[in-house]
């Protein structure tokens, strides 16, 4: 019988495909898809993998879609969670607090993009990336990446998941680390209120049991799972790393990448700056006088939380967010930093790379301040000890604002990134991407361009760059080549003479430059400062 003809099984997740509509049935819902015939890849866009989280699902963890008849088309991109902003205000509106597409609700969905086969079903046994999209966790979706530009640089070699995830207070109201949305399974709990009212550790396993279930049937292989993702998407990444202490059963990955990873200050849950962040959202809601806080939030229309979400975060102080994750003490167990001094991670194998100034875009660059006087309002817990000590360290580096971008970038980007590469001492690679101007988030156009070419349009470049992630998820290591002809000489894990693999370009003729360098002594340096005032940073 003509594949083509075959009907749905209704076996959970059996791909019964056509050359151009293939479906797969999850057994709550038919999802039918569709073939880019020009390069056999399959997209299944918009797939729901959890309940509208509204109404009395509102901040609690996910639960499972209902049942659906008939076959659900998935072949535009969903609607996106309400979006945020990074704080404006020219002052940390939480520095008193620190010793005391379609924006909706319903936008739990994911795509799968998977090489097809002659006859549009998926390749087997393939290793599988989960993207994390980012923006600062109040703002992002899934529809700027296609998984295609993965797939092509993967020599049609793996299976691509992206996916969403509720954002700002949607998301940070969530009742326990370890019950959210996303694949990456941090907490994300605003005060001791929200903790008490709702069913602990209840979504994280289903969701990820839901999504590795998928991709065995698009073609995946579940034990070849590598998580990946670009700044709050790489902080989300950071977190799934330390969950648990290292010791997350089942193994939910066997690799993670981050794309500048995002670690700002993260609280415990009853500490009193996101408490008093859950009391500005109870107030600006009036539910700060109802009997049941919980109940009453949930009842507050969808668009009015939309307005309370940008009036908090636009708020805060500039270029920073206010609603990321926090610690629990179960999921999360303690401070990031101290879990990778320690060596509690899962995983195999990391790939990390940062950008060259990775602070500037989240720095004021029309006001005059000196770089110790941006660290007492970037971290309010720090006194006048720490603020001599960053001037001390970074009075040689240039103008004060060049100062202060550093500092905003080194201790929020750069140096939680050299912590988690030392916690995964010779599993670890790490990488500079300094295409100037070298500012965050430039390196995302190298691994989506899409359909518009990147600043850098050099093939060589681009392939060099782009496929020493490609090859890392499929081999866990960049040195073992999608195609052995790229530019990209042998790579040193990171414990080896502290080895970074440096893309850049020439400034005169515009050649590419691909080749490995040592970190600098004292970046180092001022990493160990950062980390050594974890305690007031809290990170």
């Given amino acids: 019988m003509p594949l083509d003809r075959i009907q749905p099984v209704g076996v959970l997740g059996r791909l019964v495909s056509t050359q151009v509509s293939p479906i797969v049935d999850l057994g709550y819902a038919q999802y039918q898809g569709t073939v880019n015939t020009a390069n056999n890849v399959t997209h299944f866009l918009g797939i729901r993998y959890a309940a509208p989280p509204s109404g009395d699902l509102r901040f609690r963890a996910p639960q499972p879609p209902a049942n659906m008849s008939g076959v659900q088309q998935a072949t535009i991109q969903p609607n996106e969670c309400f979006q945020g902003s990074t704080g404006r205000s020219p002052t940390n509106p939480l520095k008193g607090r620190a010793t005391q597409v379609i924006e909706t609700e319903d936008c739990l ?86 903790k008490k009212n709702g069913a602990l550790n209840a979504g994280l396993r289903k969701v990820l049991r839901f999504a590795l279930r998928w991709i065995s049937k698009f073609g995946g292989d579940p034990s070849k799972v590598t998580i990946w993702g670009i700044s ?154 720490q603020a001599l000590s960053v001037r001390a360290l970074y009075s040689g580096l240039g103008t004060d604002l060049f100062q202060v971008n550093a500092v905003q970038g080194e201790s929020i980007f750069i140096c939680p990134t050299y912590y988690l590469l030392n916690a995964f001492h ?30 850098f349009n050099n093939a060589a470049f681009i392939d060099a760059f782009a496929q020493s992630f490609t090859s890392f998820i499929i081999n866990l290591d960049p040195n073992i080549k999608v195609d052995p002809t790229t530019i990209t000489p042998h790579w040193n894990t990171f414990d080896i003479a502290h080895t970074e693999m440096l893309f850049n370009q020439t400034a005169v003729d515009g050649l590419p430059v691909v080749h490995a360098i040592e970190t600098s002594d004292a970046l180092l340096e001022r990493c160990l400062f950062w980390d050594s005032v974890g305690s007031l940073t809290v990170q």
């Fill in 426 to 455: 010779g599993r670890a690679f790490k990488g500079e991407f300094a295409i100037p101007p070298g500012f965050h988030g430039m390196d995302q156009a190298y691994y989506f361009p899409g359909d518009s070419p990147p600043p």
């Fill in 109 to 194: 969905f994911l795509n799968v993009y998977y090489p097809s086969n002659e006859v549009g079903g998926p390749l087997n046994n393939l290793p599988t990336l989960v993207w994390i999209h980012g923006g600062g966790y109040v703002s992002g979706a899934m529809s700027a990446y296609n998984g295609e530009d993965i797939i092509r640089q993967s020599d049609s070699g793996v299976v691509v998941v992206t996916i969403q995830y509720r954002l700002g207070l949607f998301g940070k109201l969530l009742l326990h680390p370890g019950s959210g949305d996303t694949l990456t399974g941090y907490i994300r709990v605003a005060g001791s209120a929200v």
């Fill in 232 to 385: 709050a998407g790489a902080g989300s990444v950071l977190q799934q790393v330390i969950a648990h202490d290292g010791r997350t059963e089942p193994q939910l990955f066997r690799a993670a990448i981050t794309s500048s990873s995002f670690l700002p200050s993260q609280y415990r849950f009853d500490d009193p700056i996101p408490e008093f962040l859950f009391s500005e959202v109870l107030a600006q809601t009036n539910c700060a006088t109802a009997t049941n806080s919980m109940s009453c939030l949930r009842a507050v229309d969808a668009t009015t939380l939309e307005a309370v979400n940008t009036n908090i975060t636009t708020s805060a102080f500039f270029g920073t967010f206010v609603f990321v994750p926090v610690v629990d003490g179960t999921f999360i167990t303690q401070r990031p930093t101290l879990s990778l001094l320690e060596g509690k991670v899962n995983g195999e194998a990391v790939l990390s790379v940062t950008n060259t100034f990775e602070g500037t875009g989240f720095v004021d660059q029309s006001v005059s301040v000196t770089a110790s006087n941006y660290s007492l309002e970037l971290f309010p817990r720090f006194g006048g000890l």
